[in-house]
């Protein structure tokens, strides 16, 4: 088993930044992939950045490159760097993980996930 702790959200105004990070635990593997994913009321939870940690290769959605950074430090730290935030970054944000040989944008491929952490930015 992987447990995967998220913190880091809060308030902010637009145009600030946060940094968001996921702690793994348990379980851990030499190759997989960690997401980034989030969820407004109402809305179904769309993907924003992954890191492969075999490679380091990262992958973006459209509406947060550039402004969004996913990186990673040691085997079992994940971090999303959010700055120029928008209030339609406005959702909970969680972290996902799975030993897939690739990576995906759909969160229902990914095995493990943590419990969120709420990112609120006001205009």
């Known amino acids: 088993q992987v447990q995967l702790v998220e913190s880091g959200g809060g308030l902010v105004q637009a145009g600030g930044s946060l940094r968001l990070s996921c702690a793994a635990s348990g379980r851990t593997f030499s190759s997989y992939v960690m997401g980034w994913f989030r969820q407004a009321p109402g809305k179904e939870r769309e993907f924003v950045a992954a890191i492969s940690w075999s490679n380091g290769r990262t992958y973006y959605a459209d509406s947060v490159k550039g402004r969004f950074t996913i990186s990673r430090v040691n085997a079992k730290n994940t971090f999303l760097q959010m700055n120029s935030l928008k209030p339609e970054d406005t959702a909970v944000y969680y972290c996902?993980?799975?030993?897939?040989?690739?990576?995906?944008?759909?969160?229902?491929?990914?095995?493990?996930w943590g419990q969120g952490t709420q990112v609120t930015v006001s205009s």
């Open positions: 996902e993980a799975d030993q897939m040989g690739g990576w995906s944008e759909r969160t229902a491929e990914y095995e493990y």
